[in-house]
């Protein structure tokens, strides 16, 4: 009996684990092809064990963890650490937070138009992004 009661569905476990904010968002991502362990695409119903590595794309981060604990009720955000084991490269959120940081375009009030070059370099800096 212990041994059902460690059974959890993936896309309650990625809800309960706090990486998408409801249920049905982690079923449409396992659906889109968005979730993977171990490199392979999964389906909603699969369960979770101890030790999986699950690769998730979070909007345009891609986010890999391990999995500690397996849980069937949403954690508190402080007890997130006790749940999985990050294992994104901080390159990856270097990228999130570069692309953020140049997501709107903003200039300084009165300074014009920009000028041609200008406006290529921007363009420029949007494509590598």
């Known amino acids: 009996m212990a041994e059902e009661d ?6 309650k476990w990625l809800w309960a684990a706090r990486l998408f ?7 449409d991502a396992i659906k ?4 993977k362990v171990d490199g392979n695409a999964v ?3 699969r369960e979770v064990k101890e030790g999986d590595v699950i690769q998730v794309q979070v909007g345009q981060l891609h986010k890999v963890v391990e999995v500690k604990t397996v849980i069937k009720n949403r954690v508190s ?3 997130v650490p006790e749940v999985y084991i990050d294992l994104t490269p901080k390159e990856e959120y270097e990228r999130i937070e570069f692309m953020n940081a140049y997501k709107a375009e903003w ?3 009165g300074a014009g138009r ?3 070059k200008e406006r290529r370099l921007i363009e420029k ?3 590598d992004m």
Request: glycine fraction near 6%.
């Open 21 to 27: 904010k409801t249920r049905s968002l982690a079923a």
């Open 43 to 45: 389906k909603p119903s």
């Open 77 to 79: 955000a402080k007890q």
């Open 32 to 35: 889109g092809g968005k979730v």
């Open 6 to 11: 460690n059974i959890v569905r993936m896309d």
């Open 114 to 116: 920009p000028t041609k």
């Open 125 to 127: 800096m949007k494509d």
């Open 107 to 109: 200039r300084d009030r």
